[in-house]
């Protein structure tokens, strides 16, 4: 019979302290639980391990070969048990996240470069993909989406408020053109289409009207899996395109792009941090998750 690897930690505890008493304390059990244990491992062993007196234990020959093998290793073992201890308490060690590509306040370089520094003791590894996955199969600690598409098992912390997809193109095409006045005439119009994947269909555009959602599918003359292409076209004059207002903010401040059906454009929950269990929350992510509250 293969002697208990708690055994072995119990024998090496007496035989660090070379007292039955001492190594229960260590443990938390009694003396007599210690004493017992030992004889189980000498027993299973076929051979004496200790020599017990009143006052005193020593190894015989056979205990200090036993305890010259199994002592470095069960040393290294409570190492690495502290160690893993310390990862519960202490914010550390590499964070992977997927992160859609038009989460656009998640990504920008001064929230994750404040977190990084705050934190650095933990490892940022962020894939920006829009393809839909099980993060915690792929091996992911979180991800960010929007809420529509999270599944509801997951815990959901809001990356910010509310957010809208808008319908753009740039002055020159506007002049160029009779701009449609609902959505059903975008069909007539050069557009500029988003697709998630090389293998993914063109994304169809979402609109409402009168508190009912409908979506239009236009017929891209131009479509791409790479957002700044895609506004660099619309200020380009290539057509109308449609996709998160935040990733057209910059060149709708600067007068570059102009909002087309903004009446059919309402505003919908935006971007969740996602994860898997409230339960054992890692330090890494929990240091994320405070970070993402106080940022906004």
């Given at each position: 019979m293969s002697p208990d690897v708690n055994a072995l930690v119990v024998f090496?505890?007496?035989?660090?302290?070379?007292?039955?008493?001492?190594?229960?304390?260590?443990?938390?059990?009694?003396?007599?639980?210690?004493?017992?244990?030992?004889?189980?491992?000498?027993?299973?062993?076929?051979i004496a391990l200790m020599q017990r007196t009143t006052r005193s234990v020593s190894l015989t020959e056979a205990g200090e070969r036993l305890f010259a093998e199994v002592g470095p290793a069960i040393a290294d073992m409570r190492a690495a048990l502290d160690a893993t201890q310390a990862l519960r308490n202490r914010p550390r060690g590499q964070l992977r996240l997927a992160v859609s590509s038009i989460a656009e306040r998640f990504l920008s370089g001064p929230f994750l470069a404040a977190f990084c520094s705050a934190n650095p003791e933990i490892q940022l590894d962020v894939t920006v993909t829009d393809e839909e996955f099980d993060i915690v199969a792929e091996g992911y600690d979180a991800g960010v989406r929007l809420g529509e598409v999270i599944d509801e098992d997951m815990i959901a912390?809001?990356?910010?408020?509310?957010?809208?997809?808008?319908?753009?193109?740039?002055?020159?095409?506007?002049?160029?053109?009779?701009?449609?006045?609902?959505?059903?005439?975008?069909?007539?119009?050069?557009?500029?289409?988003?697709?998630?994947?090389?293998?993914?269909?063109?994304?169809?555009?979402?609109?409402?009207?009168?508190?009912?959602?409908?979506?239009?599918?236009?017929?891209?003359?131009?479509?791409?899996?790479?957002?700044?292409?895609?506004?660099?076209?619309?200020?380009?004059?290539?057509?109308?395109?449609?996709?998160?207002?935040?990733?057209?903010?910059?060149?709708?401040?600067?007068?570059?792009?102009?909002?087309?059906?903004?009446?059919?454009?309402?505003?919908?929950?935006?971007?969740?941090?996602y994860y898997p269990s409230r339960r054992n929350v890692a330090p890494k992510l929990r240091a994320l998750i405070d970070h993402l509250r106080r940022w906004q």
């Open positions: 090496a505890l007496v035989a660090e302290e070379r007292n039955f008493r001492a190594a229960g304390e260590r443990l938390g059990v009694s003396r007599s639980a210690v004493s017992q244990t030992i004889r189980r491992l000498e027993e299973s062993l076929g912390v809001p990356v910010a408020g509310e957010e809208r997809q808008l319908a753009v193109c740039s002055p020159a095409y506007r002049d160029g053109v009779d701009l449609p006045s609902h959505p059903a005439e975008l069909a007539s119009h050069r557009c500029i289409g988003w697709r998630p994947s090389p293998k993914a269909a063109p994304y169809r555009w979402e609109f409402a009207e009168n508190g009912r959602e409908f979506r239009v599918e236009v017929a891209p003359e131009i479509t791409t899996n790479d957002m700044a292409l895609m506004v660099k076209l619309a200020v380009a004059g290539a057509g109308i395109s449609f996709g998160m207002e935040e990733s057209f903010r910059p060149a709708l401040e600067r007068g570059e792009l102009i909002p087309v059906l903004e009446d059919y454009c309402p505003r919908f929950a935006g971007f969740y941090l």
